[in-house]
Each structure stands twice: as structure tokens, then as C-alpha cells.
């Protein structure tokens, strides 16, 4: 999919879609995260294991390394909150202001942001971010 940057960015939507998905599905995301063309951050993922438990432990079985959210991603993510009129408010729905940090990840990239599609069109209000849903990103491969 060469017209969005990469790597992708998998928000807390994405992941929970990853371990709801088949699994021919799941092992296209296990190969692009072996092969560094997924980052899943620490924070995102630990605020899914809080919000689905159930689905995070579909997971654990899957060996794979997440980043870390660092400053710049902070400062970032605060820049965007002050100055976009996205439409998710400054905090996300669990509130960790999780949409914002995968936000102010993804414009540290440029890194393209895999969602659902309910959230696409939230994350498509902040300028300059590219995005698609977890189906778009499976039906590229």
C-alpha cells in the first residue's frame, strides 16, 4: 500500500479487531509486526488490555514488542489537542486521551494510523494525518 506511509500505527480499535480476527487475518498481522511494518505502543496497548481483558488474552500468545511513547509523542499529542477541532475530545472514551497519543504518534512518522471504521473519520479531522480501517489495511495484502 505505497500511497500511505508506513509503518502502521495500531490504536486500541485496531487491536482489538487484530485479536478478534481469523486466523489467516491475524497472521497477516503477526508477519507485519515480525517484519517492523506495525508499531503497537505500550501505553495503547496496555490501556486495551484494561478496557478487554477478554480480548487481550487471545493475545498472549503472540510474541511481539511494543514501543514506547516518549516525548516528543507527548508534546505532539498535547500540540494537536490545543490546536485541531478533531471531533474526539481531549480525552478518548477510557479516558487516557488515548486517540491523541496514537495521534501525536503518528504525526512524529509520518506513520499511517489503522483504526475502526467509527474512528477514521475522527482521526481524518486532524490535519495531516494519514489513516485507514483495519479492513483496508488487511484487504491491501
Known amino acids: 500500500m505505497p500511497e500511505y506511509p508506513t509503518p502502521f500505527v495500531f490504536d486500541l480499535q485496531a487491536i482489538r479487531l487484530w485479536s478478534e480476527a481469523s486466523g489467516n487475518e491475524a497472521q497477516v ?16 496497548f496496555n490501556e486495551f488490555a484494561k478496557v478487554y481483558p477478554d480480548n487481550a488474552s487471545n493475545l ?13 509523542h507527548r508534546l505532539a499529542a498535547a ?6 477541532n478533531a471531533t474526539f475530545g481531549r480525552k478518548g472514551p ?16 509520518p506513520y499511517t494510523i489503522v483504526t475502526d471504521a467509527r474512528r477514521k473519520p475522527m482521526y481524518q479531522n486532524v490535519n495531516g494525518l494519514s489513516v485507514i480501517t483495519f479492513e483496508e489495511y488487511l484487504n491491501s495484502h
Open 29 to 44: 498481522v503477526q508477519s507485519d509486526l515480525e517484519q517492523g511494518q506495525i508499531l503497537i505502543f505500550n501505553r495503547v
Open 60 to 72: 498472549s500468545g503472540n510474541a511481539f514488542s511494543k514501543k514506547r511513547v516518549v516525548e516528543e
Open 79 to 84: 500540540a494537536l489537542a490545543e490546536s485541531s
Open 94 to 109: 477510557y479516558d487516557q486521551c488515548i486517540e491523541w497519543c496514537v495521534a501525536g504518534i503518528a504525526c512524529c512518522g
